[in-house]
């Protein structure tokens, strides 16, 4: 009787690491370049386990940009653009299984 318990104790911790595992999602910060030399395409800068660390990441970024006297402009929490004589930047948090780029083999 306390082996079954056990193995159903174990059982039971398994199913709930694998749901909450799933639930989750990583998020990845993108940033795409418009200056005059820069390519249009969107790259990676880094990965969180959250929204909301990438999304906190992407405004501490817009902040210090906007206080090196770059004109911000955030579009919604998850995106920002920043522009100066320099160029423009912009950056957004997407979750890892959205590539802005497109779908592979689409050109890029």
Known sequence: MLRTAASLATVMLV????ATASAE???VLWNR???????E???????????DHCV???GRRGTSWKSS???????GDARV????????LELMCLPDTVDPRGPKGSGR
Request: hydrophobic share 45%.
């Open 15 to 18: 199913v709930v690491s694998v």
């Open 25 to 27: 999602c990583a998020w």
């Open 33 to 39: 370049p418009n200056g005059p030399d820069a390519p």
């Open 41 to 51: 395409l969107w790259r990676v800068v880094t990965g969180f386990g959250t929204r």
């Open 56 to 58: 906190h990441e992407l």
């Open 69 to 75: 006297g770059w004109q911000v402009m955030f579009n």
């Open 81 to 88: 653009a920043a522009t100066s004589q320099a160029g423009v």
